[in-house]
């Protein structure tokens, strides 16, 4: 498994006025993906209040839209969180696959079901010193997520979107994007209201 450190925070306001913050402050585009994700999750599972622990369970079938090239990956992600719901061990494994329906069909009969589906439209940004991704996800949240190098801890991290004056929601530096769509959307996910 592939371990990783990275926060995630909400932004207040625009995609526009993000984006003209960061030109502001000698960032300019990098790379433009869009990451589809199903999640699924085994029908068997015992359902509990805890999405997070419900999330950990899951598998997801990623469909990554590149200008140039498709990828198309099983996925799961591994996270532990502390009292405050920081995470702080995050780990995932890839392994590449051919068809999106294929697999849809083999965790079928594996008796999984999907939760939710993520639509992540990404845009990296960069100064040279620090990269930024940019998610517009499910065309109604934006985030902005930035990975760890080996010479950058949590705090730095943080310091860096306080520096741009990046306009956060609140004080989440660890905002989860699945955990959001599943409460937004707990009416029709179905194996919440059995």
Same mark, same amino acid.
């Given at each position: 498994?592939?371990?990783? =450190?990275?926060?995630?925070?909400?932004?207040?306001? @625009?995609?526009?006025? #993000?984006?003209?913050?960061?030109?502001?402050?000698?960032? $300019?585009?990098?790379?433009?993906?869009?990451?589809?994700?199903?999640?699924?999750?085994?029908?068997?599972?015992?359902?509990?209040?805890?999405?997070?622990?419900?999330?950990?369970?899951?598998?997801?079938?990623?469909?990554?839209?590149?200008?140039? =090239?498709?990828?198309?990956? #099983?996925?799961?992600?591994?996270?532990?969180?502390?009292?405050? =719901?920081? &995470? &702080?061990?995050?780990?995932?494994?890839?392994?590449?696959?051919? @068809?999106?329906?294929?697999?849809?069909?083999?965790?079928?009969?594996?008796?999984?079901?999907?939760?939710?589906?993520?639509?992540?439209?990404?845009?990296?940004?960069?100064?040279?010193?620090?990269?930024?991704?940019?998610? #517009?996800?499910?065309?109604?949240?934006?985030? #902005?997520?930035?990975? $760890?190098?080996?010479?950058?801890?949590?705090?730095?991290?943080?310091?860096?979107?306080?520096?741009?004056?990046?306009?956060?929601?609140?004080?989440?530096?660890?905002?989860?994007?699945?955990?959001?769509?599943?409460?937004?959307?707990?009416?029709?996910?179905?194996?919440?209201?059995?």
């Amino acid at each position: 498994m592939k371990f990783e =450190k990275e926060i995630t925070v909400e932004i207040v306001g @625009s995609l526009q006025s #993000l984006e003209e913050l960061l030109v502001k402050n000698n960032f $300019a585009i990098k790379e433009i993906y869009d990451l589809n994700d199903i999640y699924l999750i085994n029908k068997n599972k015992k359902v509990t209040n805890n999405v997070l622990e419900l999330l950990k369970d899951c598998v997801l079938i990623r469909h990554v839209i590149e200008k140039d =090239k498709e990828t198309k990956i #099983l996925t799961y992600k591994y996270k532990e969180y502390n009292d405050k =719901k920081e &995470i &702080i061990k995050n780990g995932k494994v890839d392994c590449l696959i051919e @068809s999106i329906s294929d697999a849809q069909e083999l965790f079928k009969y594996l008796n999984f079901e999907e939760i939710i589906r993520i639509y992540n439209h990404s845009i990296v940004y960069s100064n040279g010193e620090v990269e930024l991704v940019i998610q #517009l996800v499910n065309d109604k949240h934006i985030y #902005l997520e930035m990975e $760890a190098t080996e010479d950058k801890d949590f705090n730095e991290m943080k310091q860096i979107i306080k520096k741009y004056n990046i306009p956060i929601k609140g004080d989440n530096y660890f905002v989860k994007k699945a955990e959001i769509e599943i409460l937004e959307n707990l009416d029709k996910i179905k194996i919440l209201s059995d």
